[in-house]
C-alpha cells in the first residue's frame, strides 16, 4: 500500500470543474500518481488542504463519497485569496492535495437509524458526502430525509444531485428557498421554519446539519423544540486551519484542536467548550 504524507501536497489533476451558483466552483481532482490515487482513503466528513501554487492552501470537505473514489470533490465557496485563485482554474490544471484530515461523521453509530440532514447553502458539502455513503450503504439505515435550502434558486448547489435525491423513494428530500421566485416548485421558507413543518421524530433518530451560524442556531432551537437531544445533533466546524495536524495550534477552541478533535462535533460535545465560535 502506498503512503500518503499528510505533511505533503501530493500533484494532483484537475478532471472537471462544475460552476454550481455565482459564487461556489466544485473541483473534481484525481491525484497524479496512480497508486496513491488506488490507495487513497478516508471516511465521510474528513477535509483536505487544497492548494494553489504561488497563492497558498486552505481547507475543504471531502465532499465525494469513500464509496466512490474515482475522483475527489471539493466545492468552494469564494472567500479571499485562495479560493479566488482556485475559481480561476479549469479541468487540466494542477493543485496539491493535502489529505485525509480530521476526524469523521460516526456513521457506524448511526446505523439502524432515521437521519435527518439539515443543509444550507455551503454547509450541504460535507452533508453531501455522508448522505451518499448512507445511499451507497441503503440498508444499514432507517429512514433518511434531506432538508436544503439557500436564499434563492440561483444559490443553489449541488443542482446535479437533486433530480437524483428528489425522485428517489427511499428518501424524503425537501428543497427550500428564502422567498418565492419564478419557476420554482419547491417549497418556500427559512431552514428552522420548514423543519418544524416537517417535524421529523425524534424516536432513534440523528440530526446532522450544517450552514451559515444564523442557521445554524435557529435550526438547533427547532431541533430542541421537536425533542432532539444534545447528542442526537451533529454539525461541522468551519474554524481556520493552517497545518492541519494538530501541531500550529491556529485551531483551537479550548483545549480542542479543530484539524484532529474535529471538524466534526456532537452538540453534545459543543456545548462543553468555550464559546469562542
Ligand atoms: C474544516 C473546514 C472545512 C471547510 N470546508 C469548506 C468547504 O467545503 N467549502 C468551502 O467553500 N469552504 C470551506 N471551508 C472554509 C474555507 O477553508 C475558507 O473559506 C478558505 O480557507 C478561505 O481562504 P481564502 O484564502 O480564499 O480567504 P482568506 O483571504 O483567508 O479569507 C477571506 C475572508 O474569509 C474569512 N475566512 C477565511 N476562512 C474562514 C473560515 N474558516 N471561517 C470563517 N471565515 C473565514 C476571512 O476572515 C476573510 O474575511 C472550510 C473550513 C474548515 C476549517
Ligand atoms: S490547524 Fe494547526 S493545530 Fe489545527
Known sequence: MTEINPYLPEPATILETIQETPTIKTFRVRLDDPAK???????????GQLSVFGAGEATFVINSSPTRLDHLQFSVMRAGEVTSRLHGLAAGDKVGVRAPLGNHFPYEAMKGRDIVFIGGGIGMAPLRTLLLFMLDNRADYGK??????A?????????ADLPDWTARSDMTTVLTIDREA???????GLIPNVLLEMAPSPDNAVAVTCGPPIMIKFTLQALKRLGFGDEQIYTTLEKRMKCGVGLCGRCNIGAKYVCVDGPVFSYAQLRELPNEL
Open 144 to 149: 433518511i430525509s434531506l432538508l436544503y435550502g
Open 37 to 47: 490515487m488506488r490507495s487513497f482513503s478516508f471516511q465521510p466528513g474528513q477535509v
Open 151 to 159: 436564499r434563492s434558486p440561483v444559490d443553489m448547489a449541488f443542482k
Open 182 to 188: 419564478e419557476g420554482w416548485e419547491h417549497t418556500v
